[in-house]
């Protein structure tokens, strides 16, 4: 019979492996989280909107602001509604 052999791991997987799991919380959409605040998702809430916007008045993109795929797309389209309404700016001002 083979004898099995125990596969080492190198410090570096270890460390990368501790890193990932260390960090911070999973991302979670908070939409799904919270109904109410998925209540508040409209174009006239710019307070609400003006947090998923970058410094220059990009749409932060789910895998940062953690929203899930149908959450991101109302928010997207409640944004542009916005900045048609001239709520929220197309880009930042200088």
């Excluded at 460390?15 to 109904?35: E, I, Q, T, Y």
């Excluded at 109410?36 to 006239?44: G, P, R, T, V």
Aim: hydrophobic fraction near 40%; glycine fraction near 4%; proline fraction near 1%.
């Amino acid at each position: 019979m083979a004898k099995k052999v125990k596969l080492k791991i190198s410090a570096r997987l270890l460390r990368k492996k501790a890193r990932r799991s260390s960090f911070g919380v999973s991302k979670h959409c908070r939409f799904c989280s919270n109904k109410e605040q998925a209540a508040l998702l409209d174009y006239k809430n710019a307070s609400l909107l003006k947090h998923f916007l970058t410094e220059r008045g990009k749409i932060l993109a789910s895998r940062i602001s953690g929203n899930c795929a149908l959450h991101q797309r109302d928010l997207t389209g409640e944004i542009k509604k916005a900045r048609v309404m001239v709520l929220l700016p197309y880009s930042a001002s200088n």
